[in-house]
């Protein structure tokens, strides 16, 4: 279930709604996680606009964009960070129509730690999870879950 958040100064992209759509499914298809609703209502990106000036490098170039990727610990194998960083790279250089941005983006790729993923109030260890996916994939499909 992860979180994006993408920074970038504003005007940098025209629909930011859609690019928040984009960015959260595709982590989710690349973290490969059942398509069900506790993934598809629990994995969001925000894209924070910051004003004129409140980025910079050491040059004091402010046209770079960060994007943060969380997920909880383990979730992103080596194949998995190669593809978010790719894809969401690319995502951004298309949604701000700026075929020269993946120079000028960074992805920065985290991970909760286990017993730090807090959904519905409480802390959720990565096990926790796993079994609440189980019961809800079996719930839908009208099975009663194993254990």
Same mark, same amino acid.
Do not use: C
């Given at each position: 279930?992860?979180?994006?958040?993408?920074?970038?100064?504003?005007?940098?992209?025209?629909?930011?709604?859609?690019?928040?759509?984009?960015?959260?499914?595709? +982590?989710?298809? +690349?973290?490969?996680?059942?398509?069900?609703?506790?993934?598809?209502?629990?994995?969001?990106?925000?894209?924070?606009?910051?004003?004129?000036?409140?980025?910079?490098?050491?040059?004091?170039?402010?046209?770079?964009?960060?994007?943060? +990727?969380?997920?909880?610990?383990?979730?992103?194998?080596?194949?998995?960070?190669?593809?978010?960083?790719?894809?969401?790279? !690319?995502?951004?250089?298309?949604?701000? !129509?700026?075929?020269?941005?993946?120079?000028?983006?960074? +992805?920065?790729?985290?991970?909760?730690?286990?017993?730090?993923?807090?959904?519905?109030?409480? !802390?959720?260890?990565?096990?926790?999870?796993?079994?609440?996916?189980?019961?809800?994939?079996?719930?839908?499909?009208?099975?009663?879950?194993?254990?």
């Amino acid at each position: 279930m992860p979180m994006i958040d993408v920074y970038a100064t504003a005007g940098t992209f025209a629909d930011k709604h859609q690019l928040a759509i984009d960015l959260a499914s595709t +982590v989710m298809r +690349v973290e490969q996680v059942p398509d069900i609703p506790m993934f598809r209502k629990n994995t969001a990106a925000f894209i924070h606009e910051l004003p004129a000036g409140d980025l910079s490098n050491v040059d004091g170039d402010s046209n770079y964009v960060r994007v943060q +990727v969380l997920t909880n610990a383990g979730a992103l194998n080596r194949e998995k960070q190669l593809a978010v960083v790719e894809q969401l790279t !690319a995502l951004v250089a298309t949604a701000a !129509a700026d075929p020269t941005l993946p120079d000028r983006t960074w +992805v920065l790729l985290t991970e909760a730690p286990d017993g730090g993923w807090g959904l519905n109030g409480h !802390a959720n260890t990565n096990e926790e999870l796993i079994a609440a996916a189980r019961a809800q994939i079996a719930s839908l499909q009208g099975h009663t879950p194993q254990a």
